[in-house]
């Protein structure tokens, strides 16, 4: 008999429980004598052995449901092989609990340290295949992550929202969009929310230019649209020293990166400010009927690798199609947006300002 065990780590989304469901059913049809061990709380699971058997009927009804029914913690791979006062690390530990569940191979849903992490462990022998999880979209070698396209939907609704009631009170509203060091979700989200301007990690930002076009822009309508990505001002952060951060992700002064924009607004433009966060929404509810199918594509993908025996891989979207990655080789790199990206451009091409 085979056993297969699975887990879902870092941040969650919608596209996880479908996930995990089509991985589930194609393996059950791919293979005769197998046992899918359910991981819970991602890697932890591992760490403190905290797992389940699962049956073909725990896997119903998932396909329509968000969040991750097998929970997940985020595990930092800074600590990972850290060893403790005994000499042992959480790494040795997640090796040591594989080979005592006596697992043929392990499936792994998660973004970017999760990969790092499964590099990590498949160097030390165990056998994975990884699935491309994120609402920010930056996983290297992979045209989408599942996940991304509920949370642009998600976006887009909320700033639908915040459209009317700054056109009911003639305001400039800043909303902040998740996304990490990566300015995919707040690029996606704010095109097709018609932003006025949009901030992002990837273009260097000059208050000066965005006032000057949201001059432009208080000019024809009597309201405007600012999308903020959470990353945009990353790097200055990572130049301050402790002592100034608020948080990892808050610039000294402000409560949030929304706040920053927004003051830089109000000052140069003389104007009330209004903030929206919509923060973990975005990750949360149900899955789009993209995600669910994409979802679907990557779960028949890696259910074959499982059943060929091929490892130390992830699964990928690669010029269109659904195909996989070594380990080795996208773990630990970046996937920004790059200059002449597409929707960027066409941005551009209509008169969107990136404050550049
Ligand atoms: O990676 C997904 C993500 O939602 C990022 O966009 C965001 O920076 C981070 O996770 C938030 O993490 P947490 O759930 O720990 O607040």
Not at 1 to 30: E, F, H, Q
Not at 66 to 89: A, P, Y
Not at 256 to 265: F, H, L, P, R, T
Request: overall charge neutral; aromatic content about 6%.
């Amino acid at each position: 008999m085979k056993r297969i065990g699975i887990l879902t780590s870092g941040g969650d989304c919608a596209g996880l429980n479908p996930a995990i469901y089509a991985v589930a059913k194609a393996i059950y049809r791919k293979i005769d004598d197998v046992e899918i061990i359910g991981i819970l709380d991602g890697y932890t699971g591992l760490i403190d052995l905290n797992t389940k058997v699962l049956k073909p009927k725990d896997f119903e009804g998932l396909l329509t449901k968000g969040g991750t029914f097998l929970r997940s913690i985020r595990q930092s791979f800074k600590t990972i092989d850290v060893k403790d006062e005994n000499g042992i690390s959480k790494a040795d530990k997640i090796v040591k609990n594989y080979n005592k569940l006596d697992l043929d191979a392990l499936v792994v849903l998660g973004g970017n340290g999760t990969h790092k992490i499964a590099n990590l462990l498949s160097e030390r022998g165990l056998n994975i295949v990884g699935l491309p999880k994120t609402i920010d979209n930056d996983i290297f070698g992979t045209e989408e992550t599942f996940g991304y396209d509920t949370a642009v939907q998600v976006g887009a609704d909320y700033i639908d929202r915040i459209q009317t009631t700054a056109a009911s009170h003639s305001r400039v509203f800043v909303v902040e969009i998740m996304g990490n060091k990566v300015g995919w979700l707040a690029l996606s989200v704010g095109v097709s929310a018609g932003a006025d301007a949009i901030i992002l990690p990837e273009i260097p930002y000059s208050a000066e230019k965005l006032n000057d076009a949201l001059k432009k822009t208080l000019k024809e309508k009597n309201y405007a649209i600012v999308v903020v990505s959470e990353g945009a001002f990353a790097k200055e952060e990572r130049k301050m020293k402790n002592k100034e951060r608020l948080s990892e992700r808050k610039l000294a002064g402000f409560n949030s990166i929304a706040d920053k924009v927004g003051d830089d607004i109000a000052k140069g433009l003389g104007i009330e400010i209004r903030t929206a966060i919509p923060g973990h929404v975005l990750r949360g509810g149900e899955p789009s009927a993209r995600d669910r199918n994409y979802t679907m594509q990557l779960g028949a993908v890696a259910a074959g690798l499982i059943a060929d025996e091929v490892y130390g891989v992830t699964v990928a979207k690669v010029n269109g199609r659904i195909s996989f990655n070594q380990l080795s080789e996208i773990a630990g790199k970046a996937k920004p947006v790059p200059e002449d990206d597409s929707l960027l451009l066409a941005a551009r091409s209509i008169g969107i300002s990136f404050a550049d």
